[in-house]
């Protein structure tokens, strides 16, 4: 793998691309290995550490532009046709990501130039494992972060394999990931290891996990899966058509026995205020004695306030008795910037910009468990889904992926949903307007779903909620354990041999 210029970059860059179609849905797990162990090589024959990083950052290039592929899917939906906008944008955000794994490879390029006992066939691994998953973190934080698709979906296909994202998040995972996926670069001893551990890992999750169903259900709620296509969505001439459908569809044989009906992100179709005509309308969904929960754009009457985006709990008699607001927009697909603040520029830019809510929040009534809402692109966060207080007993995420068509986005977005349930040990009820609407429980396992495109309801009890998870009490400081962990091994052997050398 002596590769340089050019060539090492397309080799990157391939490679990068490869590893992307071992994420949801595909799968191709081998592509990984591949992927993966062509990073390593690359890194070994690097010359030095800007070589490194560039080639790192090739190889990211790669690989998130083909796994942001489907965001093209948002710039050709109808009447508003930006599809010249589609391309650059992806180009730019998969150059602007294809950093991170440079930076992983620039700085253990550097750390192992510096002490050359950490380059040995085992301990350049810990060491590039280390960096990736500080660089991944990172990722995950920058600029309010893009955790998409980290190393650790590549077992989603597989729930006992992602049950150590209870111990250490979704990070880690990847930590132990990278290891397993480069073990063939150390021979194969370390490919046998690595087999065995994926194997040890798979026989522990099995042993962890209860039997689908088994402990105390909650209350039965419904989920609403309408399907309107996002090109029809906010046309003035649908709203009532849309909201009756909503209502019709909730209130389907079994209303009378659920204690909540679902509905999901922007589900009514205009801005709800107080006081709105539209209130008494959806009453008409909220079942005796219990709630409706909805995704909606909620305005205070006043336009000056502006809009958030966000989830209403309405009640028999047409009151919000309680709300959530989005706190983590999407930048430039949300909210602009200081939209506010950059008047006559906003009145041209900001009009669709939501406002940014104040904390995420963990809500409870009498008759349902108490429960955190996260709206759509909020669930990739890891431990960032809950609210202050008491812990809840169950996660609600409304999203709406209609922009996204029959693209890969919404079944990487569904597995994001999978790993925070996995790592709260809480159950997730996901609410989504065109699929993929599910039930999933403590372990990340989906008991019912709705599929893509697919209009339909699901009635489910609320499955029971686990034992606070270690990442659930110390979210990533659990993760710097683990770095500590791997730092630790790798200082003892690496260093003191490079220092009895000199």
């Not at 009447?79 to 150059?95: E, K, N, R």
């Not at 111990?167 to 063939?184: N, R």
Request: hydrophobic share 50%.
């Amino acid at each position: 793998m002596n590769l340089r210029g050019w060539r090492a970059a397309g080799a990157a860059l391939l490679a990068g691309a490869l590893a992307a179609l071992a994420m949801p849905p595909l799968y191709w797990l081998p592509l990984a290995v591949v992927g993966i162990v062509v990073f390593v090589w690359l890194w070994e024959t690097a010359p030095g550490p800007r070589s490194a990083l560039l080639r790192g950052w090739a190889w990211g290039i790669g690989h998130f532009a083909v796994g942001s592929y489907w965001i093209l899917e948002a710039f050709s939906v109808p009447p508003a046709d930006y599809q010249f906008l589609g391309l650059p944008i992806v180009a730019g955000l998969s150059v602007i990501l294809g950093f991170f794994p440079g930076l992983a490879a620039g700085v253990a390029r550097w750390a192992a130039l510096r002490w050359p006992g950490l380059a040995g066939r085992y301990r350049r691994l810990i060491l590039l494992a280390i960096t990736w998953t500080v660089a991944e973190w990172l990722r995950g934080h920058v600029f309010t972060g893009y955790p998409w698709n980290p190393l650790g979906h590549v077992w989603a296909f597989a729930a006992p394999l992602v049950q150590s994202a209870a111990l250490f998040g979704v990070y880690g995972l990847g930590a132990f990931t990278f290891l397993v996926l480069a073990a063939p670069t150390a021979g194969w001893r370390a490919s046998l290891a690595a087999l065995a551990l994926v194997g040890l890992a798979g026989s522990a999750g099995v042993a962890v996990m209860a039997p689908a169903g088994e402990g105390q259900p909650g209350p039965m709620v419904r989920i609403v899966q309408p399907n309107v296509p996002q090109s029809e969505k906010w046309r003035p001439e649908t709203q009532a058509r849309q909201l009756s459908k909503l209502i019709e569809m909730s209130r389907r044989d079994g209303f009378e026995r659920l204690a909540a009906v679902i509905w999901p992100e922007t589900a009514p179709s205009f801005i709800i205020e107080p006081g709105s005509p539209a209130l008494q309308v959806m009453a008409t969904a909220v079942p005796p004695g219990g709630y409706l929960l909805t995704g909606a754009a909620r305005g205070t009457g006043q336009r000056q306030d502006g809009v958030w985006n966000s989830l209403l709990v309405i009640d028999r008699a047409g009151a919000i008795v309680a709300h959530y607001d989005k706190v983590h927009l999407v930048p430039l697909g949300e909210y602009i910037p200081f939209h506010k603040q950059l008047a006559p520029v906003s009145g041209f830019i900001g009009r669709g910009s939501f406002e940014v809510g104040e904390q995420r929040a963990t809500l409870g009534f009498p008759g349902l468990p108490s429960f955190s809402p996260v709206i759509c692109y909020e669930v990739i966060f890891p431990a960032a889904v809950t609210g202050p207080g008491e812990r809840p007993r169950w996660l609600l995420n409304v999203t709406n992926d209609a922009w996204f068509g029959l693209s890969s986005g919404p079944y990487q977005h569904l597995v994001s949903a999978r790993l925070r349930a996995v790592e709260e040990g809480l159950p997730m009820i996901r609410a989504a307007n065109t699929g993929v609407s599910a039930v999933i429980d403590a372990y990340g396992r989906t008991l019912a779903s709705l599929d893509m495109m697919q209009e339909g309801t699901i009635d489910h009890r609320l499955p029971p909620a686990r034992q606070a998870t270690p990442y659930s009490l110390w979210g990533d400081g659990v993760l710097l354990g683990v770095l500590v962990l791997l730092g630790g091994g790798l200082l003892v052997g690496g260093v003191s041999n490079s220092r009895r050398r000199l």
